[in-house]
């Protein structure tokens, strides 16, 4: 059966609001915003999420936030939580990305935490994991996929399966300086998170890479047989981009 991969992008810290509203208008009218070959995200910076998710209501696009805090509310100056997001039209949420772990604290306790929350809240967990430059070179990759994950889904019960994605994001690739992956690389990794994800939550969850994704590697990723789609950054900033990627995908799995 052919699958539905999932193909999304984080703008990160990037984007003005004119920026923002251009994308989302010049995503909404393409077809690919209706098609059901893949399940598409866009992920804005916290001011952006209700204009874009407005923009491209009545699309099959889902729009997410970048992070949100554990609490319900609270005195959390600064914060956002899973409530805040929902309501500006928020359906998924990106939890522990390595520029969140290595940067501003996070944990995997925290991870764990936001999971948690954000299935309580019927918000998508796209949870990105990875390993660094010293774990892949100490050949420690799938040590540090196994403690990430374990820790990710650890206090979740079985019944949210179905609300989480796992993001594969080595530390190494990504980035303007980072280095592509070779495909059977992350096949290799995301055969090995399926079958943790499958023992701790009885079916395996989908898996998507994300790392240096362009318009050359994108098929040769998206292709492959564990890899259930693709998370790309600076080569899905501008809309022609992403939706360049996204016809190429589909085209690559019809």
Known sequence: MTK???IGTSWKMNKVRAEARAFC??????????????RLFVIPPYPYIAEAAGLLDGTR???GAQNMHWAEDGAWTGEVSARMIKDCGARLVEIGH????????ETDETVALKVSQAVRHGLLALVCVGDTH???AAKQTSAALHRQVSAALSKVDRSARDSIVIAYEPV?????KGTPAE??????QHELLKTLTADLMGDPLDIVYGGSVNSQNCVALATRPMIDGLFIGRSAWKPEGYIGIVDSVIRALA
């Open 183 to 188: 495909p059977d690389f992350v096949d290799a």
């Open 4 to 6: 539905t991969p999932w």
């Open 98 to 105: 390595s520029e969140r772990r290595e940067f501003f604290g």
């Open 25 to 38: 208008e010049t995503l909404a009218a393409s077809p690919v915003a209706q098609g059901h070959a893949a």
């Open 134 to 136: 010293a774990e892949f």
């Open 61 to 63: 696009v889902r729009v």
């Open 172 to 176: 190494w690739s990504i980035g303007e």
